[in-house]
């Protein structure tokens, strides 16, 4: 495991993040960074203050669990389990859903992130916790041999 500054930058960052914190994506990201996930595409550093703000406006907590971390040059990845509190999933209780993020550095400024995509199961996180579709959704793998 490569404990790399720019990365447990990164790390460190994430576990500070919130509603209140969002303003400071500029310690970690380019202005021009692209962020994927399963659900958006996001272009801009402002853009993804935006993103990160509205999501985070009604969790409760959300922590990361960072686990293999791998960087060679301008590329690395991070493993994690992230231990999510809304009160509109699984009626409030903690869901905890494991991912990976791939993460860019440009070379001009390595300490920042200019590409971040993160791959992880959006029914694992969402989608089985919501009220009605959930039931189904875990039917369904439950089905298809997950």
């Known amino acids: 495991m490569n404990q790399e500054p ?4 990164f790390c460190t960052f994430f576990n500070n993040l919130d509603k ?17 996930d399963p659900l ?3 272009e801009g550093r402002d853009a993804l203050e935006r993103y990160f703000h509205g999501l985070y406006e009604n969790v409760t907590e959300c922590r990361f669990q960072f686990h ?7 590329e690395a990845c991070v493993t994690w389990t992230m231990r999510l509190v809304h009160p509109r ?6 869901v905890s859903v494991d991912g990976c993020s791939r993460l860019s550095f440009p070379a001009e400024d390595p300490r920042r ?17 919501l009220p009605i579709l959930g039931p189904t959704v875990r039917l369904l793998k439950r089905r298809l041999g997950e």
């Open 6 to 9: 720019d990365l447990e930058a």
């Open 20 to 36: 209140t914190y969002t303003n400071n994506l500029y310690e970690v990201y380019t202005e021009d960074v692209v962020f994927t």
């Open 89 to 94: 999933l699984s009626r409030g209780r903690p």
């Open 113 to 129: 992130v200019c590409r971040h995509r993160d791959f992880f199961d959006v029914g694992a996180m969402l989608y089985e916790h």
């Open 68 to 74: 293999d971390r791998v960087h060679q040059g301008t």
């Open 40 to 42: 958006h595409r996001i």
